[in-house]
């Protein structure tokens, strides 16, 4: 089955950069990014690898190169604590397949 | 805006069915490919099923596949699914999801998400 791998968790300081990342065979497909606070629904933060939706901070942003995309969010704040989640799509199975999930912590 | 509202979700013993349903409203529902993407508790998420925005096309994670029928009836703006043959492992919160076109392609992404109902098998 297609597997797309992210780090269970990631740190930061307030104030720093996070970067999560997201791997596997992505190389030619797009990749999405979702926020996930505790106890409630996920929220899009990025599309198509680089793309933010309305209302999403300009912090947010995404990357892409061979088969790793990354989400970088800049001068992290508490409120970005959450798991965020890369979502891509299966050509061969016609599925769309989430990554593990990574857990950031603002320390 | 786009509001998406899910029920259905409960108790129900192995091998049993149940039928989620999720209202819409704020956006064209017939313009638009929809979705449920579930969450075991604790765990990640995880693509469902998917439903083009006239019904005429369906798509199912293989782990529900012959279990689960996704539908929808664009004159009540409501979207359904039918879930038979219940096991533990379907145990998770369902979200609604909608999607960015009204044909579903692998490609594309969850636009915005309902607050979900619980499932506990």
């Known amino acids: 089955s297609y597997v797309v791998t992210q780090a269970p968790s990631v740190s930061v300081a307030p104030g720093k950069t996070a970067t999560i990342t997201c791997g596997g065979d992505i190389g030619r497909t797009s990749v999405h990014w979702y926020q996930q606070k505790p106890g409630q629904a996920p929220v899009l933060v990025i599309y198509?690898?680089?793309d933010r939706p309305s209302g999403i901070p300009e912090r947010f942003s995404g990357s892409k190169s061979g088969n790793t995309a990354t989400l970088t969010i800049s001068r992290v704040e508490a409120g970005d604590e959450a798991d965020y989640y890369c979502q891509v799509g299966d050509s061969s199975s016609d599925h769309r397949v989430f990554g593990g999930g990574t857990k950031l912590t603002v320390l | 805006e786009v509001q998406l509202l899910e029920s259905g979700g409960g108790l129900v013993q192995p091998g049993g069915s149940l039928r989620l349903s999720c209202a819409a409203s704020g956006f064209s529902f017939r313009s638009f490919a929809m979705n449920w993407v579930r969450q075991a508790p604790g765990k990640g998420l995880e693509w469902v099923s998917g439903?083009?925005?006239?019904?005429?096309?369906?798509y199912y994670a293989d782990s529900v596949k012959g279990r689960f029928t996704i539908s929808r009836d664009n004159t009540k703006n409501m979207l359904s699914l039918q879930m038979n043959s219940l096991r533990a492992d379907d145990t998770a919160i369902y979200y609604c999801?909608?999607?960015?076109?009204?044909?579903?392609?692998?490609?594309?992404?969850?636009?915005?998400w309902g607050q979900g109902t619980l499932v506990t098998v």
């Open positions: 439903i083009s925005g006239r019904g005429g096309s369906t």
């Open positions: 198509y690898d680089g």
């Open positions: 999801a909608k999607d960015t076109a009204v044909n579903w392609n692998y490609v594309n992404y969850f636009e915005s």
